[in-house]
Nanobody, 129 residues
Framework: QVQLVESGGGSVQAGGSLRLSCTAW????????MGWFRQAPGKEREGVAA???????SYADSVKGRFTISQENAKNTLYLQMDSLKPEDTAMYYC???????????????????????WGRGTQVTVSS
């Protein structure tokens, strides 16, 4: 059974940092593309960052230069380092795993959340001004 569990969310002031973690069970972690998504109340789900099994990364324009996605395959763990946080980063953050056979770019996959099969329950990030 595939499980994804996020941790590391919390409340922080603007300009601060948080590091999210996502631990996966039930499949060969290194064989998939992993992504971080977020959803704020009343807004659509947004792809934030993705990483392919080979280490290629892609970011939403809104977080480029501030967020860093990484993974530690030996620990089946995905990370999202978030620096220079802004109030508009406030959202529930989810990690997800895609098993799709995808011929497009990683950035295009990040915009197709329906192609990510497994999802965690999310961790809340709140940034105050």
């Amino acid at each position: 059974q595939v499980q994804l569990v996020e941790s590391g969310g919390g409340s922080v002031q603007a300009g601060g940092s948080l590091r999210l973690s996502c631990t996966a069970w039930g499949y060969t972690y290194s064989s998939t593309c992993m992504g971080w998504f977020r959803q704020a109340p009343g807004k659509e789900r947004e792809g934030v960052a993705a990483i392919a099994s080979g280490g290629t990364t892609s970011y939403a324009d809104s977080v480029k230069g501030r967020f860093t996605i990484s993974q530690e395959n030996a620990k089946n763990t995905l990370y999202l380092q978030m620096d220079s946080l802004k109030p508009e980063d406030t959202a529930m953050y989810y990690c997800a795993a895609s098993f799709a056979v995808w011929g497009g770019s990683l950035g295009e996959l990040l915009r197709r959340h329906e192609l990510f099969r497994y999802w965690g329950r999310g961790t809340q990030v709140t940034v105050s001004s």
